[in-house]
């Protein structure tokens, strides 16, 4: 029994482990099943969420069909730049600047101009080798955003895509819209679109208008050669093949031999092919402003698939361009460039009325170009240009600045404590001056006067003395960066510097230190685009908020405005200019201002000078003033004006020659008395010092300037020498004694110490009261009373004590009898005083 027993419970044992076993098995198996469906839908979800987040906002790939029909595709016409009203066009993107719509030309050889077959093989040996094999698109190149490796995606990119940032979706979007457009429109309209929209550079896009343009041939005329080297350029547009024959016969013999590698053409025809040197048309000379204004205009376009996307064609680039003052700009700058160089073919216009005469024999000049901008707004309104050199960019290219950053250096000193009116010496440094070099020297101006007069002496030693880390830390506040270690390199100006650059410079302080910018712009750009159109497609709408940034303060500003405006009275209107006066490498600037309008000129040749250059300035801002209110600047607050002495800049005295209004940052202005001018009485007959002894009827009073030390050499080299007051004193003649008014002791000439009695008379019918008193030289400027008024009367006794042991060197005594009538008797020794 007991055996059966535990054989009956060891069963059931096995038994109830068997079914846990069985029941951890399904439980097991349930929960796989459950977290293998789960990561499946989460999976499905995710796939879901991603496919939405790739296709969200795909543009419909039958818009390419829209872009390229004749009837109603704006691809087919000219991208446009336009003014700020968005009605004037200034610039047409094509190679001739005609404002025309190009043909679309076909794979159908029944057509007039059909697509040559060799155009065809060289541009898919260049672009898409496998272009009838593949699907359209390939995962090649996915994470470089410049990559577009197959036709279709290249034309999804640059036609339906270019409004996107580079990133990872856009080039999965870039792919699904590549199978989209094989797919639904085949492989034959994906080649004739991407012929008909290819920018062969130079603005000739498609192939139609790139054959005329580099062979003046149609299209279905061109060689085998001819057509490789065409595919080369529109691979890469921006080679600029047509500036080396060499350089473009290799790359076509390149791509020749990627004809034959791909089997796409005769071989023979190929031989034939690379043993032909071809040459391209000379590119197409540019309208004045064309080449500068483009080029500002593409570099905001930062994103490469904008600026393709504009280039392509079809698009209005709204620029804040001013129509009529780009186009009366324009009319002075050819005027002027045509009467420099004696041409007889200077354009008509009204504004031309405005430029001053020019010398009676001008000389001629090779490149112009001027800069308008409007200062409160960091917007450019006019941008014009014109050289005799090809392919210069008159307005962005660097140019030496000669003196147009002094300014900047008198800046960096009013950040110092220095004024407008501080005195500077512009003399010789070396001791010996023979009068023809002296008279090149100003002596003692203001800086104010030192910058009128463009004064490098000036400018170097203010330059010194503040350092040139001071210089280039305000240069670079402006956006003018210089890292020179004296004045000459300084003026150099390094790599140079551009007319658009010293206008957004100078428009800083025409805005009172102000810097008005667009939010999204590279520091000191200037602000030009305003809107991208397009009809076909909706576009993004250009930011163009305004940001303001303080680089100097309004007092600062204003000092530096103060000054430069006293030079541009010739206007009409409150503005100030600075004209570079140096020549430079035979060039010559002048930047001018007021509130509302900076305009900077640049030109340079032989007759580049100071009077063509200002009057064109003055034309242009005269054109660029109209309808602008002529306000000036307003004083801000914290600064003063105050009457000065010139040139010193201190407080007047009696002495002063000349007076002037002057202002000051508060807390800088001057409160010591003028000390550069003395009034000295002189003997107008021996024409030495006076004395307290000379006759009064011979005594005048004359001004000299006192002239330091290092100045005496130039002051006496230049013609005339500058006047001095003489050092010699008058021989002294001793008055007739007056009985009533008598020194007795000590007596003329006599040498005292310590306390000394004084002896005498003071007295007469007539007698009110007496007073001593004594004075530092032979004729004291100034008299210290001994004790105080004695109304007693004395005779040949005591009259005071004097008390002299303070005192030292030569001096005047005197006595002052007052008669009843108020007329005086006078009694004067000399004594010299020599306490130990």
């Not at 993004?540 to 103060?562: F, M, P, R, T, W």
Request: proline letters at 8%; hydrophobic letters at 40%; a neutral charge.
């Amino acid at each position: 029994m007991d055996a059966l027993f535990y054989l009956r419970r060891r069963r059931r044992q096995r038994l109830s482990q068997r079914k846990e076993r069985q029941s951890r098995l399904r439980r097991g198996l349930s929960s796989t099943v459950f977290i293998l469906t789960a990561l499946l839908g989460l999976l499905l979800i995710g796939l879901a969420l991603g496919i939405a987040w790739i296709t969200s906002g795909l543009p419909d790939p039958g818009l390419l069909a829209d872009l390229f029909d004749p009837q109603k595709g704006s691809l087919l016409q000219p991208s446009r730049i336009l003014d700020r009203s968005g009605s004037r066009v200034l610039r047409v993107l094509t190679p001739a600047g005609l404002d025309a719509p190009r043909t679309f030309l076909s794979l159908d050889p029944k057509t007039p101009e059909p697509l040559p077959a060799n155009l065809v093989n060289a541009t898919l040996a260049l672009e898409d080798p496998n272009f009838y094999q593949g699907p359209g698109w390939t995962l090649a190149g996915i994470f470089d955003p410049e990559s577009h490796t197959t036709l279709a995606q290249k034309l999804a990119a640059n036609l339906l895509l270019w409004q996107e940032p580079a990133s990872l979706r856009r080039a999965l979007r870039e792919r699904v819209l590549a199978a989209a457009i094989t797919s639904r429109f085949g492989r034959e309209k994906i080649l004739e679109w991407t012929l008909n929209s290819e920018n062969y550079g130079q603005f000739a896009i498609g192939a139609a208008q790139a054959a005329r343009f580099y062979f003046n041939k149609p299209v279905s005329k061109l060689n085998l050669a001819e057509a490789a080297l065409l595919a080369t350029i529109g691979h890469s547009p921006d080679s600029n093949l047509q500036d080396s024959v060499q350089a473009s016969n290799q790359q076509k013999n390149l791509t020749l031999q990627y004809l034959k590698f791909y089997r796409l053409a005769d071989p023979a025809d190929i031989d034939q092919a690379l043993k032909t040197t071809l040459t391209l048309s000379q590119k197409t000379p540019t309208s004045p402003g064309f080449q500068s204004l483009l080029s500002l205009v593409f570099s905001q376009l930062k994103n490469p698939l904008v600026q393709s996307r504009v280039e392509l064609g079809g698009m209005q680039v709204v620029t804040s361009i001013d129509g009529e003052l780009q186009q009366r700009t324009d009319c002075l700058l050819a005027t002027q460039y045509a009467r420099m160089n004696g041409s007889p073919n200077a354009p008509a216009c009204p504004a031309a009325e405005m430029l001053a005469p020019l010398p009676p024999v001008p000389q001629p000049a090779s490149s112009m170009g001027v800069v308008v901008l409007n200062p409160q707004t960091g917007q450019l309104l006019a941008l014009s240009e014109i050289s005799d050199r090809a392919g210069e960019y008159v307005n962005l290219a660097p140019h030496r600045p000669g003196t147009l950053l002094i300014p900047f250096v008198y800046l960096a000193g009013f950040t110092r404590g220095l004024s407008p009116s501080s005195l500077v010496w512009d003399v010789p440094t070396t001791a010996a001056v023979v009068p023809a070099d002296a008279s090149l020297y100003q002596g003692p101006l203001s800086l104010r006067s030192a910058l009128a007069s463009d004064n490098l002496r000036v400018a170097s030693q203010l330059y010194l003395q503040m350092g040139s880390g001071l210089v280039r830390q305000t240069l670079a506040a402006f956006g003018l960066d210089n890292d020179a270690p004296d004045l000459n390199t300084f003026l150099d100006g390094g790599l140079g510097y551009s007319n658009l650059q010293f206008a957004r410079a100078y428009g800083i302080l025409a805005n009172q230190g102000i810097l008005a910018q667009e939010q999204d712009l590279d520091p000191f750009s200037p602000g030009l685009i305003l809107e991208l159109r397009q009809d076909l497609v909706p576009t993004a709408a250009v930011k163009n908020e305004i940001v303001s940034k303080q680089v100097v303060s309004a007092q600062l500003a204003y000092l530096i405005n103060d000054m430069l405006a006293s030079q541009a009275s010739e206007l009409g209107r409150p503005a100030a200019i600075k004209t570079d006066t140096s020549e430079q490498d035979g060039a010559v600037w002048s930047v001018g201002y007021t509130p509302g309008r900076v305009v900077s000129v640049w030109m340079d040749g032989a007759g580049a000078g100071k009077r063509p250059v200002a009057g064109l300035w003055n034309a242009v801002m005269q054109a660029a003033s109209a309808g602008v209110a002529p306000d000036g600047w307003k004083m801000p607050a914290g600064l003063i004006q105050l009457k000065v002495c010139s040139p010193s800049g201190l407080l007047p005295t009696d002495a002063c020659p000349a007076t002037k209004n002057e202002v000051f940052i508060e807390g800088s202005q001057p409160l010591q008395p003028d000390s550069l001018f003395k009034s000295y009485e002189i003997n107008r007959e021996t024409g030495l010092l006076a004395t307290v002894f000379t006759p009064k009827n011979l005594v005048i009073k004359k001004t000299y300037m006192e002239v330091p030390p290092e100045a005496q050499s130039w002051a006496k080299s230049r013609q005339p020498a500058l006047p001095q007051p003489p050092t010699a004193y008058d021989n002294i003649q001793i008055p007739a004694t007056d009985p009533d008014a008598v020194i007795s002791s000590p007596v003329m000439f006599a040498s005292l110490h310590g306390l000394v009695q004084i002896n005498g008379t003071a007295g007469g019918d007539q007698f009110s009261y007496y007073r001593l008193q004594y004075g530092q030289g032979l004729n004291p400027l100034s008299w210290t009373q001994i004790g105080s008024d004695i109304s007693e009367p004395v005779s040949a006794s005591q009259l005071a004590e004097w008390d002299t042991s303070s005192l030292d060197g030569l001096y005047c005594l005197q006595l002052l009898v007052i008669q009843k009538d108020r007329s005086l008797k006078t009694a004067t020794v000399q004594v010299t005083i020599t306490n130990p």
